[in-house]
């Protein structure tokens, strides 16, 4: 052959290798091709879930889900539109509108920006019939949460979108997803969520969808959420709501024999539905905002009190059982008495100079018996830093000083001190079990939530052990799902006998004692009132504050159903305004109805809301 | 041995007729997914539809073809040639202005691109020429003579314009090289294309430098080797060298314009442009890439169902042979173009005429320009420039183009025996 001709085969050779190769090196050789396809063509569609409904402990239903419907438009695509046809369908005033397109275009031209939110059903259906007069404009359902109740938005908790935290921390979320943000709906969420069913999309170079990629292969259905069954008595807790009508503080009701929490009642509080529908975001800033009645605090979980009397049962029990005091022994209380050459614990029980037994002890509320059991128990040890990490462990057992890890997302721990603390403060080994006299009757340096108390109320109604509070009690109709942490009885090692001793004497608060105007006549009940002292500082000055009023209470007696514990922040003496409230949510418990109208009514018109104006006169000012 | 027998349709090489048909078939099976459209309700409305039916009327071409004399071609070349000069001419005048460019005659809905048609006419043209008695491609007067009969219609096409056509005929210099012109000349074509782009990769201080530097190697190894200095091979290379590089910056900056710097930038790397005009070859890279070695199968292509490659159907038709079958059918689309290549060539060298030789080398080297740059396009090897891939693309103009070109050339060698 001509060698020209070669030249030219040659020629057209290298040109197909060097094709060949670059072809094999793009198809066979880089693998990232593949992906990239997939990234660009193949579009996820998620399917969201409806959300589980909750339920009281009576299937009463609480919380389910609303459609709402937002307004929406794609700027690009909206045209020349009749306004004022537009304002009266949707009843929305004509600065509102521009203020939302002007965001609107703002955001993107090219995506759908949100104009108006959460249009209920009757508001939105004028605009849905004529909705083709508006090119750009569309409606999108979703669903808010509806609430069945006026109570209890402290243990509902609320959903709202997610941040960008969340957004990192789980990929189960996308942008504008919903998420629990307090209470069940946050403890829970994993259960009220569901499963999102994901749709893969082929979808052009403009983001349309062609088709389903690959027949639906790879799609999965949504899972609607679970329902949940939650341990509240939705009655009992609006009644402590209305109960707590111009009063700070919380009502804490336990099931003792369970744990299950039947009444958590913050007050001052507000609706659930507060958090939800139109106005939520503004809602929740006016919440926020409020630190002076701070209603977005859960007292009954976070408030930190120090306990007052009620406090006294336990260092009773635990002298018991350390044996530093028996059922005979006895101390002389004469006003109070002195320990240490300058220092006197005054006591109100009315001895004057005679001996104090125990269940008396508890009935009259004798600081004296309770402070001198408490240097005994520390006593008993050759230091008193031993003799105070056995009492602090002791009170470890039942839940004080530490989280009760409930299944709410909020708490507190509390304070009992131990050696350290005392170590720290006075230093190590120079100080007396008489320092520390005041955590003998709840004062001092201890410091208890309301639940930790009412746990401590069900622990002695039940002779000595008790069960993690908790608000769940069905997940899907069912006990099974539930964490076994809940069901699992903890043991308080103080022996049975002992609370057999302390119960006797805190039915004899109600018979005869601190708490006898409150008792009811054919249910025997239990129950210790406390006063605490407290101060705050106004102006550079610390002021004395009227006391927190108090009562811890369970019954009956024999059968105890219902564990109670009450603080009223500045309501006085415990017997005052904490045991008649304590009261009421007993027999409105155990019986369904109130007998005694009389307490009722005391109740009902007790107002502290002047006293709460001194207390932040500085937040008044500004407002 | 002498055949009393005229040679008939039937006597065309038929290797060459089934790598024809089997090109176009892939080609109107693959215009059909690239375009494929569930709604779509006609036949003759979709691509596919209108590619085959173009397709059969090639067909018609070839049976005209068959009825045509040689001898009257032959006689007429330097008048189709002028037809086809006045033809571009005319499109500059009455054409259709689409998309800036002025390369269309429109008649209703249905419109031809003149520059396709042209190249068998300017061929044509070159093989009359190269075929006057006394033409010797050598001789500089007959050379100037001949470069200026393909630069003609260049520049016309150049005033469409049309950069990707012009290019194509420039491939028409091939056809010399065949004739007799020294290697040389290409070699120092290539040395100037190579400096040019290293230029622009590289700058001009490093290649000045690195140039100075070769040159000083080969002329001391030279003069080890052979005791002599060739001053003036080496002052001529040296200069052209220079002024290419010095020219370089000029022409890139100046002469090129925005959107032709930036496919050249594109290509050699120095920029990223997913958005705007580097969009097309990302996408295509990735509908090639994703193919892997089998392909994603017909109609399963979803870089192709996506229509995320604009023009796949007529400039990147590749892109959709790529997803859909792989490296098995680029491959094949390959070798395909590479065997009907060679065998043009084979061909071509039997000619006993001179000027269905250069007919035939006129025709493999328009038809290797297309592939070779279509498919290095394509593959981000060169720069984009608009032209079809012979025979797959979708497009009449160039369907009908290319079928009378090579059947044109397969009747010439039906007949190469017979006195015409």
Known sequence: ?623 | MKNSRKAGIFDYDWISVLLFNLLVSIGIISIYSATYNETQTHILQSFYGKQALWFAFSYVLIIFISFLSLKSIKNNASLFYLIGLILLILVLIVGANINGNKSWFRFGSFSIQPAEFVKLLTVLGLAKLLTEPEFKITRYKNLLQATALILAPVFLILLQPDLGSAIIFLSLFLVFYRDGLSIVYYLLSFLIATLFITTIYFGQTKILISVMAIFIIVNLMTYVKFKKIYWLQTLFILSLSIITILGTNFVFHNILKPHQRNRIEIVLGKKKDDKGTGYNLKQALIAIGSGGLHGKGLLKGSQTKGDYIPEQHTDWILTVIGEQWGFFGTLTVVLLYTFLLIRLVFLAERQKQKFSKILGYGLIAILFAHYALNMLMVLGLFPTIGIPLPFLSYGGSSLWAFTLMLFIFLKFDAHRIEDW
């Not at chain 1, 031993?386 to 409930?406: K, P």
Request: with cysteine; net charge positive.
């Open chain 1, 1 to 623: 052959m001509n060698q020209k001709a070669l030249g030219i085969i040659i020629l057209i050779l290298i040109t197909s290798f060097i094709i060949t190769g670059r072809l094999f090196y793009l198809q066979i050789l880089d693998k990232k091709y593949k992906d990239l396809a997939l990234k660009n063509a193949v579009k996820k569609e998620y399917i969201i879930p409806e959300r589980g409904y909750i339920y009281d402990r009576h299937h009463k239903l609480l919380v389910s889900n609303l459609p709402v419907y937002d307004v929406m438009a794609i700027p690009k695509q909206i045209k020349a539109f009749d306004t004022i046809e537009f304002l009266k369908y949707t009843g929305i005033d004509k600065e509102t509108l521009i203020k939302a397109l002007k965001k609107a275009q703002k955001y993107s031209r090219n995506k759908a920006s949100l104009i108006i939110p959460k249009l209920y059903k009757n508001e939105v259906a004028l605009l849905q019939e004529k909705i083709y007069k508006f090119p750009g404009f569309f409606i999108q359902r979703r669903a808010i949460r509806q609430y069945h109740t006026q109570s209890a938005a402290n243990v509902l908790g609320f959903i709202r979108e997610v941040n960008e935290k969340e957004l990192k921390k789980d990929p189960f979320y996308m942008p504008g997803d919903l998420i629990g943000k307090a209470g069940v709906e946050k403890s829970y969420e994993k259960v009220l969520r569901g499963k999102k069913g994901v749709k893969y999309f082929l979808t052009d170079k403009f983001n349309r969808k062609i088709s389903s990629y690959q027949n639906g292969k790879y799609d999965t259905l949504a899972e609607v959420g679970k329902d949940l069954d939650i341990s509240i008595d939705i009655d009992l807790q609006s009644f402590g709501d209305s109960l707590m009508q111009g009063k700070r503080g919380a009502i804490i009701a336990i099931e003792p024999q369970s744990g299950e929490i039947l009444a958590l009642v913050t007050a001052p509080s507000f609706p659930p539905a507060f958090l939800s529908g139109r106005n939520s975001s503004k809602n929740f800033n006016k919440l926020f905002r409020d630190k002076v009645d701070n209603p977005l605090l859960d007292r009954g979980l976070q408030g930190e009190y120090p306990p007052g009397s009620p406090f006294k049962m336990l260092n009773g029990l635990i002298g018991l059982q350390e044996g530093v005091i028996q059922p005979g022994t006895a101390f002389v209380c004469n006003h109070g008495f002195n320990y240490g050459r300058h220092n006197h614990m005054f006591c109100h029980c009315g001895a004057n100079g005679r001996k104090v037994y125990l269940p008396w002890a508890i009935e009259k509320s004798c600081n004296t018996y309770f402070s001198k059991s408490y240097l005994n128990i520390l006593n008993n040890y050759p230091t008193p830093a031993e003799g105070l990490d056995v009492w602090h462990n002791y009170l470890a057992r039942f839940g004080l000083g530490q989280y009760l890890h409930t299944d709410l997302p909020v708490g507190s721990k509390g304070f009992i001190p131990d050696s350290k603390f005392y170590d720290r403060y006075y230093g190590k080994g120079r100080w007396a079990a008489s320092y520390t006299i005041s955590n003998g009757i709840g004062q001092g340096e201890v410091l208890t939530t309301p639940i930790q108390l009412a746990n401590v109320a069900a622990a002695i109604a039940n002779r000595g052990y008790y069960f993690t509070p908790h608000i769940i009690k069905k997940i899907d109709g069912s006990q099974k799902a539930i964490d076994t942490f809940y069901l699992k009885p903890k043991q308080t090692v103080i022996d049975q006998k002992y609370y057999e001793q302390i119960i006797q004497g805190m039915a004899a608060v109600y018979k005869n004692g601190t708490a006898k105007y409150s008792r009811l006549n054919d249910i025997e009940l239990c129950g210790k009132t406390g006063t605490s002292e407290n101060k705050t500082r106004i102006d550079g000055k610390i002021v004395k504050l009227p006391d927190h009023s108090i009562f811890m209470a369970f019954g009956p007696r024999n059968k105890p159903q219902i564990a109670v514990t009450v603080f009223v922040e500045n309501g006085g003496y415990g017997a005052t305004v904490a045991a008649p409230i304590a009261t009421l949510m007993i027999e409105k418990y155990l019986r369904g109805k109130i007998t005694r109208t009389d307490l009722l009514n005391r109740v009902l018109n007790t107002d502290l809301s002047e006293i709460y104006q001194i207390k932040a006169p500085k937040n008044n000012e500004k407002q």
